[in-house]
């Protein structure tokens, strides 16, 4: 079936004076990988770039979702707009299964500056880390001033996410995640920020000085290099949203004095740029006419019919004359 016609200069119109379905379905067309995608990525790059991009992840369970109200409710109360990205790597095809997620965050449901959104990946090779930049895309030229990024940790996903945003909040519980874990975890070095939720059961403590521990034992101790602060949160109770606030607002004028904000931004404009090249590669794979593609290819290999790089000759051959 034909894709259905797009109209993307009305849409992203639509979608930057703020309308909430002009915003979801520029989403589902990144969701889609839809082919007006080019042209919307194109209206939309003049628009972006002013958006605070602020990554959250930890463990499912740890307060992800309570600490994103308390968060919203927040930067509300300053008077920012707020757009969520719920992003779920272990379940890339079922944006459903953040549905409890966004029924808990109803309480912002009615307020216009906020827009919440889980994300799938249904059509993109590259999956969520091709998805995401460009739904980021979507929230920041449609002028919400934070856009958060929540993700459930789930092995090195939280890592490659944490490239995403300009500030990323790393979420632990007490006794989920000591700093030995975490350091294992590899999150140590991409926590801008760290938030010890759950402050209200034993041993909070104990993990916000051990985190504080393995953070001073990280590498960090170049004069203007960042020191991540811990902070201790009760999201259920609305605890401690102010002081990761504060946290967060110094990490963003440490970005904006040393020149970081830039070069992070730069990082992942080139991480997204080589991601769509893959993308674009790996779709011709299968289309290497008469060839059979990379499967063919793969047999022929195996039987000992060419080698490895005359297999690849044939494909990037057939990729350059489609
Ligand atoms: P997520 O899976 O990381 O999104 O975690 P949720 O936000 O869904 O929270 C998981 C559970 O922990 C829920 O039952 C929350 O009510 C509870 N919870 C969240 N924050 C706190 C907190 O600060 N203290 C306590 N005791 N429970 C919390």
């Not at 906020?114 to 091709?130: F, K, P, T």
């Not at 290999?301 to 790089?309: F, M, R, S, T």
Request: net charge negative; charged share 25%.
């Amino acid at each position: 079936m034909a894709p259905r016609a797009v109209d993307v200069p009305a849409l992203v119109d639509s979608a930057r004076a703020g309308t909430p379905r002009a915003i979801a379905r520029l989403i589902s067309l990144v969701e889609d990988d839809h082919p007006a995608l080019r042209e919307v990525m194109a209206a939309l790059v003049a628009h972006a770039g002013r958006a605070w991009v602020i990554g959250l992840t930890g463990a499912p369970g740890v307060g992800k979702s309570t600490s994103t109200a308390m968060l919203i409710r927040a930067f509300r109360e300053r008077g920012q707009r707020v757009g969520v990205l719920a992003v779920d790597p272990s379940s890339p095809f079922s944006g459903g299964a953040l549905l409890g997620d966004r029924i808990r965050m109803q309480d912002h449901s009615h307020d216009a500056g906020v827009y919440i959104r889980s994300l799938a990946s249904r059509g993109h090779l590259g999956g969520l880390s091709a998805a995401t930049p460009q739904a980021i895309r979507v929230l920041d030229a449609a002028g919400f001033d934070v856009v958060l990024v929540e993700t459930v940790g789930v092995g090195q996903s939280e890592v490659e996410i944490a490239g995403l945003a300009d500030t990323s909040v790393v979420l632990l519980a007490p006794g989920m995640g000591d700093g030995i874990q975490a350091a294992k975890a590899g999150i140590l070095e991409v926590g801008d920020v760290f938030v010890v939720n759950k402050a209200d059961h034993d041993g909070a403590e104990a993990t916000v000085h051990d985190l504080r521990h393995m953070i001073s034992l990280a590498d960090r101790t170049t004069p203007g290099t960042w020191r991540p602060p811990v902070v201790r949160t009760v999201a259920l109770q609305g605890t401690g949203g102010e002081q990761v606030l504060e946290a967060l607002d110094k990490h963003r004028a440490h970005l904006d004095e040393t020149g970081e904000l830039r070069r992070r931004r730069e990082r992942r404009a080139a991480e997204e740029i080589e991601q769509l090249a893959l993308e674009r590669l790996r779709s011709r794979f299968d289309m290497v006419e008469g060839r059979g593609g990379l499967g063919a290819l793969a047999a022929r290999l195996v039987a000992g019919d060419i080698d490895p790089y005359a297999a690849v000759d044939v494909l990037l051959e057939g990729a350059d004359c489609e």
